[in-house]
């Protein structure tokens, strides 16, 4: 008898389960039959804010990290030994090319240099008393009265005295040089780092870490990198262009620019470890708002795009399909339209394909919108409040 019951149960709960799954099947396509209505005629427009695509001049930029270095960097070093007597600047201070550093202890080099002017001297002397000499063997050996030997030895002599004096001009010009390395000037013009020796201390030529280290930090360079795969690209820039190309820096993750430079340097060789290639760009640096180690965008200019479409870069939405906008026709209703994309930067996108010059897009409320609703331009204030 419960094998009898079981078997007539079970036809009855199966027809149940069919029931429920065709339940939920009107249901699902009851609810996508509802969404795909177009909405009710009387609907309320939706506020949202729009703008008009417009064709302008977008410059065509690629984008990196980069590092500030200094122009130029000099590690000021004493090229003698020495007691260093007196420090000429001050630390932190700019200087100028030329300026006095630092003085070294000199009496020891005057006194050489005076030995070798009173050596010359001496030698000046006796040059010329051989040369009166030479004259005087010259009329004798005429009228027979010296030998040949005699006028060849004093030829000798005053051509040894002559190349004794100017050995003796050879040893000045020694003494004066390193008598010139006890006064220690700037190389370059920059900003003086940390004293590195005290006055009173004895320095050598040796020494490892110098006097003090100048950074030359006007004008200043940035050194920045990009993927290898936009090397064709700035190589062609760099071809079709009679001048630098253009860069701009900004902090990280800032929009306003610190500073405008060109490029200076494309690196001769891909980095294969990183796929990158280093780049170098000069800048004008006089209020010192860009600062060695300082990390910043760099934003190389490769050239603009001459009457591209745009639209505010907040109109462009994503979906599974792909970038679309609203567009507003002209009786004020929304519908999606595909774009493509061909850059976004600075809040504005470039669009190749989908828009045209003049069509309105929404920018701001497209969480309200559907297709086919209606759309009321919102008040500004009220839409930068809805921003913020």
């Not at 149960?9 to 996508?32: I, K, T, Y």
């Not at 590690?75 to 000429?88: A, H, K, M, P, Y």
């Not at 209020?287 to 795009?305: C, E, F, K, M, N």
């Not at 994503?318 to 519908?335: F, I």
């Amino acid at each position: 008898m419960k094998r009898i019951f079981s078997m007539r149960r079970r036809p009855l709960w199966a027809l149940l389960a069919l029931l429920v799954v065709a339940s939920v099947l009107m249901l699902g396509a009851g609810q996508r039959a509802r969404s795909a209505k177009p909405p009710p005629a009387g609907a309320a427009p939706v506020q949202a804010s729009t703008a008009v695509v417009q064709r302008q001049d977008v410059p065509i930029a690629l984008s990196g990290v980069g590092a500030v270095t200094p122009l130029a960097t000099v590690t000021v070093r004493s090229r003698i030994d020495g007691q260093l007597e007196r420090v000429g600047f001050a630390e932190g201070q700019d200087v100028k090319t030329g300026q006095l550093l630092a003085q070294l202890d000199a009496r020891a080099l005057k006194a050489a240099l005076e030995q070798t002017l009173a050596q010359k001297a001496r030698d000046q002397a006796l040059l010329g008393n051989a040369r009166v000499d030479l004259q005087r063997y010259t009329t004798l050996s005429a009228q027979d009265a010296a030998t040949p030997q005699q006028l060849a030895t004093q030829k000798a002599l005053v051509a040894q005295l002559e190349a004794a004096v100017q050995m003796d001009q050879a040893q000045i010009d020694a003494a004066r040089v390193q008598l010139s390395y006890t006064t220690i000037t700037a190389p370059i013009g920059g900003r003086v780092g940390a004293r590195l020796v005290d006055a009173g201390n004895i320095v050598h030529a040796a020494d490892p870490g110098g006097l003090v280290v100048i950074n030359q930090i006007d004008p200043i360079a940035v050194v920045f990198t990009l993927p290898d795969t936009d090397f064709q690209a700035i190589n062609r820039a760099l071809q079709g262009s009679r001048t630098p190309l253009a860069v701009q820096v900004s902090e990280r993750n800032a929009a306003q620019p610190l500073a405008r430079g060109s490029l200076t340097l494309l690196n001769n060789q891909i980095d294969p470890a990183s796929g990158t290639v280093q780049l170098k760009a000069r800048f004008d640096n006089p209020r010192h708002t860009l600062w060695p180690g300082q990390y910043v965008d760099a934003r190389l200019i490769l050239g603009l795009r001459h009457g591209a479409l745009t639209v505010p870069a907040a109109a462009v939405q994503r979906g599974p399909q792909g970038t679309y906008v609203y567009a507003v026709d002209a009786d004020d209703t929304a519908r999606v339209q595909a774009v493509t994309v061909a850059q976004i930067q600075d809040g504005v996108a470039v669009i190749d394909q989908g828009l045209a010059a003049g069509q309105r897009v929404v920018v701001d409320g497209q969480y309200k919108l559907r297709p086919g609703l209606k759309v009321a331009e919102a008040p500004r204030a009220a839409a930068s409040g809805a921003s913020r």
